[in-house]
Structures are given as structure tokens and as C-alpha cells.
């Protein structure tokens, strides 16, 4: 990485790292995410996975969990890092998990080993979602 990297290669090569330390011993399936929140903050996590298969978690959420513990409750962007053809989107329960602290301009990249390969917005992937608001009427 270069001294001025673009902050979207930084956030790819946080979620690039955060995936080569995810612990996916059954799936084989490393999956890494890096998040950014609007302060510029970055945090990552991979997946972890459990030998009691229903306790592990994905990439994501070890993400937003750094996040939280370190005080921050904004997603600007998050970059998501799986191998395989198909795009590595989240899940269905990490994209409810990135909505309680996104907003309608935050982003979802999607990325394999060689860079990102697509660029959501959240409310594209989760669209007419639940959030926060609901419960503030
Ligand atoms: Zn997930």
C-alpha cells in the first residue's frame, strides 16, 4: 500500500487482513469486513466460526462488534472480502446489523482477492428496512 493510498484500497486492505485472521476452520470460507465510520475510524473482523456450528458469527458483525466496543455508532462505508466467483454480499442478518448504525448514504462494497467488485447502497440490499426510527415515532 502506498503512503497515499485512496481510502477505499485502505479500507479493502483492512478487510483483506481482517480475512486472512478469520477463523473458519469448518467452512474453509474466510470472510473479512472492514467498516469506516464518519469520523474516519476504521475497524475489521472476520468470520468466526464455533465447533457448535449455530454459535459462530460472520465478518460483519466482528466488525461492528469492534466498532461498538471502541464507542462509534456510524457506518459510513464497509467493505466486504470473500474468495469465490459469486459476490460475497452479507447475509441477510448482517445487512439488519449494518442498518442500526448506517444512514441512506451508507455504502456496501463487495470485494474478492483482487479488489472490490461492487458498490451498493445499504437501502439497495436491505430496501424498505426496520430501523432505529421505528421505535422513536
Ligand atoms: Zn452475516
Known amino acids: 500500500m502506498s503512503r497515499n493510498a485512496d481510502p477505499l484500497e485502505i479500507l479493502f486492505a483492512a478487510a483483506k487482513a481482517a480475512q486472512a ?16 465510520t464518519p469520523e474516519g475510524a476504521l475497524f475489521c473482523g472476520g468470520n468466526v466460526e464455533n465447533a457448535a456450528y449455530p454459535e459462530g458469527w460472520c465478518a460483519e458483525t466482528s466488525a461492528i462488534a469492534a466498532m461498538a466496543a471502541a464507542g462509534a455508532r456510524k457506518i459510513a462505508e464497509i467493505c466486504v472480502i470473500g474468495d469465490g466467483e459469486a459476490l460475497c454480499t452479507p447475509c441477510g442478518g448482517c445487512r439488519q ?13 463487495v470485494a474478492g482477492p483482487e479488489g472490490v467488485r461492487a458498490t451498493f447502497r445499504l437501502s439497495a440490499l436491505l430496501p424498505e428496512s426496520f430501523g432505529p426510527g421505528h421505535l422513536r415515532p
Do not use: C
Open 21 to 36: 485472521n478469520a477463523h473458519a476452520p469448518y467452512s474453509n470460507f474466510r470472510v473479512g469486513a472492514a467498516l469506516r
Open 97 to 109: 446489523r449494518i442498518r442500526e448504525f448506517a444512514d441512506d448514504r451508507t455504502i456496501v462494497h
